[in-house]
């Protein structure tokens, strides 16, 4: 079975940073692409930021400057390291990952901002 764990939430002051991790373990596919969501309480799951297997990433309006995410393909572990974090940073954030058969979730880690 595959699994990804993620690791790194916590609480943070405002304008503080954080780095998330998310390792993939167990019989996988090629990983083309990896991602992070966030859900926060009351509103849906959304994208927060994606890299393939390129190095190629994409961010959502709402993190650009701020988040950048990257990936070790050797240990199939994906980053997402957060700068200037705001309070409506605050969320669930979960780990995907993208095979050509199957789509992969974490449980998820809690960030919360607050001062």
């Known amino acids: 079975q595959v699994q990804l764990v993620e690791s790194g939430g916590g609480l943070v002051q405002p304008g503080g940073s954080l780095r998330l991790s998310c390792a993939a373990s167990?019989?996988?596919?090629?990983?083309?692409?990896m991602g992070w969501y966030r859900q926060a309480p009351g509103k849906q799951r959304e994208l927060v930021a994606t890299?393939?297997?390129?190095?190629?990433?994409d961010y959502a309006d709402s993190v650009k400057g701020r988040f950048t995410i990257s990936r070790d393909n050797a240990k199939n572990t994906v980053y997402l390291q957060m700068n200037s974090l705001k309070p409506e940073d605050t969320a669930v954030y979960y780990c995907?990952?993208?095979?050509?058969?199957?789509?992969?979730w974490g449980q998820g880690t809690q960030v919360t901002i607050s001062s």
């Open positions: 167990g019989r996988i596919f090629r990983i083309n692409y």
């Open positions: 995907k990952a993208g095979t050509v058969v199957a789509a992969y």
């Open positions: 890299i393939t297997s390129g190095n190629t990433t």
